[in-house]
């Protein structure tokens, strides 16, 4: 993890990338259900992907924003375990929602709403800069080092 040559392995990166983005929507979907999924009648993947649905005029709106505030600190923690490096953790964090603005754009258009950027961007600098703490703490911790005596 931390010790000898660093090798660039393009299939891990994006098998990182792909773990990532895939842990991001299950637990992003978790956090919906309980708070957005209670309050309406049917849940759709609008609540995911378009950028009505964030928004501050209603408390619907405000559980969905919520949910993608719990879901950034949710993807720090899993940082922790698939990135494992500081130094990486703003590069897959800005690839996470990058790839995340590409499917919104895809799905409903281009968002226009003031409330997905400024919920969005949090979202970025909270799972980077907590990801980075996190692994930061993990790289820092000191190497248990035991001695073994030899009863010759």
Known sequence: MFYGAVVWDPWLI?????????????TLGFFLAILVGTRVSRMTLV??????TVTASSFTGWCVIVSFILTSISGAVYMLYVIERAKKCLDFSATLYIVHLFICIV???WPSSITWWIVNVIGVAVMALLGEYLCIRREL???PITRYRSNA
């Open 141 to 143: 911790r000191e190497i």
């Open 47 to 52: 609540y995911f992907f378009d950028f009505v």
């Open 14 to 26: 994006l098998a990182q990338i792909v773990c990532f983005q895939c842990l991001y929507y299950v």
């Open 107 to 109: 799905y409903g258009g």
